[in-house]
C-alpha cells in the first residue's frame, strides 16, 4: 500500500494544530509512522484478503483496491496512538526528540485514560525521559474496540483437543473410535468449554495440518454424527414395557411402550422418561412423590403433573450423585439388553423407499467426509457466513503464525457482539438490493455465496460499489477475527491411540473411566472447575502441537 505524499502531510502539519503534530514530524522527515512502524505489512496483508473475497469478481474501484477514505480509517484503527507518541516512535531514530515527545504523550494517555495511571505506569514514564528506553505508549496495547483486551498465553503453546460426553464416550468405545471427530485447536492453558465435560488430548499428529487432517481458521460448522433410527428385540422390548408398567400406572398411564411415537430413541432419551425414572427409584427403595395440578389449574386440577413430577426426580437425583450414577448405569445395562441396532437414513431408493444403512465406524466415518465447511446444512446466521469463507490452513507454519487469533472466551464475547453489529447492518444494506425472484431473505444466500455455489449478480442484482466495497472489507475483516479455536476435522475414524490421555470432571462414573483405559488411555486427570481444567491440560504439555517457552502478549485487530 503506498503510502500519502509527504506534500499532503506537510499541507496538513501548517494547520499548527495539537493534533496535527504527527503530520508535522511526518512530514519534517518524509517518513509515515502508520506504515513505518509495521502498519504497512499488516495494510498490505489486507488487500491480499479483499482480492481473494468471494466477491471480489466485481469491479469496485479497482480490484480489489482499498480507497483512499478506507486507509484512513484502518491506520487509525490499527494504530491507535495519540500523536505526541505516534511522533515519538515515527522520530525514534534521532537522539532526545523522540524521548521528549514520548513523556508528552504518556502525560497526554493518562489525561484521556486515567485508567492507566499507576505508579508502575509512571516509572516507565520516568524511565522513557532517558536516551534508547521506549516511551509508555510504545510498548502497551492499544484501547478500545476493534482492537480488544490483550490475551495473555504460554508462547505457542498449542493443544489438540476433543471435547466429548460420558455417554458419547460411551459410544465410540463401542463403535471403536470416532468418526470423522472436530479437532479443536487452542491455546494449551484454554481448552474450550462446550461439547462435553471431557476433554481427549490429542497427540502431536492429530494437531498438524495435512490432506488427510484439514484445519480450518475458525469453526467450519463441518458436518455432525447423524442420528440413527433404533430397532430393539420386540420381544426383550415388549417385557420390559411390562416391567415398568406399575410406575406407568403411578403416573396416571393405562399404556406404556418405550420410545413409542419417535424413531430416534437413545439411552440419554431413557434417562428423561419419568416412567422410566420412576421404576428406577422404586426399585430403589426411593419413590418422590407425584405432584398434581392445583386447584386452580381448570380442566387439569386433580391430575398428575408430569413436568413438575419427573423436575422433582431430575432434581432428586442431582442432590443424590451416586444415585444418578447408578441410574445411568442401569439404563446403559438396560438400553444395551434391548439389542439396540442402529440405522441411518441416507435418502431414497428410485422407487421412492427410504434407504437405510448400519450404523457402524465404517458407515458413519462415510457419510461424514467432505463437505466440510458450512456442512451442518443449517443457516446459523454470523457463524454459517464465517465457514463459508474460512480459509484451510496449508502447513504447520501458517497455523502457528496465526495463533494471534486464538482468544479467550471473555475476549471472543467482546469480538463477537462488535461482528454481529457489522454483520446485521450488512444485511440491511443488502436487503433492498436482493432479486425477487427468491422469496428467502439475503442472509439465506450469503453462505452459498460465500461457498461459490451462487453469484453475487444472480442475488443481488444493482448492488450499489459502496455496499459491494462494505461487503468485501467485511468478508477481510471477518477472516482475521478472534477465534475460539481452530477447527480440524480429520478425513477419517480416529482411534482411541491418536489421544495421549484425558481430561475428566471429578464425579465421571467409573464404567467411563474403565472405557477409557480398556482403550488405552491410562493418563487420566480429574477438574474441579474450566479454571482447573485449562491447569490439567498444561500437564500434557509434551502431547502439545507447539510447546511454550514464557510468556507473551497478543491481541486481535
Not at 516507565?124 to 536516551?131: E, H
Not at 398411564?253 to 424413531?263: A, F, H, L, P, V
Not at 425472484?437 to 460499489?465: C, Q
Request: aromatic letters at 10%; proline letters at 6%; a negative charge.
Amino acid at each position: 500500500m503506498a503510502r500519502r505524499s509527504s506534500t499532503s502531510q506537510r499541507s496538513r502539519a501548517r494547520e499548527i494544530q495539537p493534533d496535527e503534530m504527527l503530520g508535522y514530524v511526518s512530514g519534517l522527515f518524509d517518513v509515515d509512522p502508520y506504515t513505518d512502524i509495521g502498519a504497512s505489512n499488516e495494510l498490505a496483508q489486507r488487500q491480499r484478503q479483499l482480492s481473494s473475497s468471494p466477491i471480489t469478481q466485481h469491479d469496485v474501484g479497482g480490484e480489489g483496491v482499498m480507497p483512499y477514505g478506507t486507509y484512513e480509517n484502518e491506520k487509525k484503527k490499527r494504530v491507535d496512538l495519540n500523536p505526541m507518541q505516534a511522533a515519538s516512535l515515527a522520530t525514534s531514530f534521532m537522539p532526545i526528540v523522540p524521548d521528549v515527545l514520548g513523556v508528552a504523550g504518556d502525560l497526554q494517555m493518562y489525561n484521556e485514560h486515567p485508567e492507566e495511571r499507576s505508579w508502575g505506569n509512571y516509572l516507565m514514564t520516568g524511565m522513557g525521559a532517558f536516551p534508547f528506553v521506549p516511551n509508555l505508549r510504545s510498548i502497551k496495547p492499544t484501547f478500545g474496540l476493534p482492537q480488544n483486551p490483550v490475551n495473555k498465553s504460554k508462547v505457542g503453546t498449542l493443544a489438540a483437543t476433543h471435547n466429548l460426553s460420558a455417554d458419547n464416550l460411551r459410544h465410540a468405545d463401542k463403535m471403536g473410535g470416532l468418526p470423522v471427530p472436530s479437532i479443536a485447536i487452542t491455546k494449551g492453558d484454554s481448552p474450550i468449554e462446550g461439547f462435553g465435560d471431557i476433554t481427549m488430548v490429542g497427540k502431536k499428529e492429530l494437531g498438524k495440518p495435512s490432506a488427510r487432517n484439514p484445519i480450518f481458521r475458525a469453526d467450519a460448522y463441518s458436518p455432525r454424527y447423524p442420528r440413527a433410527q433404533k430397532e430393539f428385540n420386540p420381544k426383550r422390548l415388549g417385557d420390559f414395557n411390562e416391567s415398568v408398567m406399575e410406575s406407568a400406572n403411578d403416573l396416571g398411564k393405562n399404556y406404556y411402550s418405550m420410545g413409542e411415537g419417535t424413531d430416534f430413541f437413545e439411552v440419554t432419551d431413557m434417562r428423561r422418561d419419568p416412567v422410566i425414572m420412576r421404576h428406577f427409584l422404586k426399585s430403589r427403595g426411593e419413590a418422590p412423590e407425584i405432584i398434581k395440578y392445583k386447584g386452580d389449574a381448570g380442566s387439569y386440577s386433580g391430575d398428575i403433573n408430569p413436568y413438575a413430577t419427573r423436575g422433582k426426580m431430575e432434581t432428586y437425583f442431582a442432590e443424590n450423585p451416586k444415585m444418578r450414577d447408578g441410574f445411568y448405569q442401569w439404563t446403559d445395562e438396560t438400553f444395551e439388553s434391548l439389542d439396540p441396532k442402529g440405522k441411518i437414513f441416507t435418502g431414497f431408493t428410485p422407487s421412492g423407499n427410504r434407504r437405510y444403512k448400519d450404523e457402524n465406524l465404517p458407515n458413519v466415518t462415510k457419510l461424514m467426509k467432505g463437505n466440510i465447511n458450512s456442512g451442518e446444512n443449517m443457516n446459523y446466521g454470523i457463524g454459517s457466513y464465517r465457514a463459508s469463507i474460512t480459509p484451510r490452513f496449508k502447513s504447520l507454519k501458517q497455523m502457528k503464525d496465526q495463533s494471534g487469533q486464538l482468544v479467550d472466551e471473555s475476549t471472543m464475547t467482546l469480538a463477537k457482539d462488535d461482528y454481529q453489529r457489522r454483520y446485521n447492518d450488512l444485511l440491511d444494506d443488502l436487503a433492498p438490493y436482493k432479486t425477487d425472484e427468491f422469496s428467502a431473505g439475503a442472509e439465506d444466500f450469503m453462505v452459498d455465496i460465500g461457498l461459490g455455489k451462487e453469484r453475487v449478480d444472480d442475488i443481488f442484482p444493482n448492488l450499489p460499489d459502496d455496499v459491494m466495497q462494505k461487503w468485501r472489507e467485511f468478508d477481510a475483516d471477518l477472516r482475521d477475527a478472534p477465534t475460539r479455536y481452530f477447527e480440524g476435522k480429520p478425513q477419517r475414524a480416529v482411534e482411541f491411540d491418536e489421544f495421549g490421555g484425558a481430561i475428566v470432571p471429578d464425579d465421571t462414573p467409573d464404567d467411563v473411566i474403565e472405557a477409557l483405559k480398556k482403550q488405552g488411555i491410562e493418563r487420566i486427570e480429574r477438574y474441579k472447575d474450566q479454571k482447573d481444567r485449562g491447569k490439567k491440560l498444561q500437564l500434557f504439555n509434551d502431547l502439545f502441537v507447539q510447546r511454550g517457552r514464557g510468556l507473551m502478549q497478543e491481541q486481535y485487530t
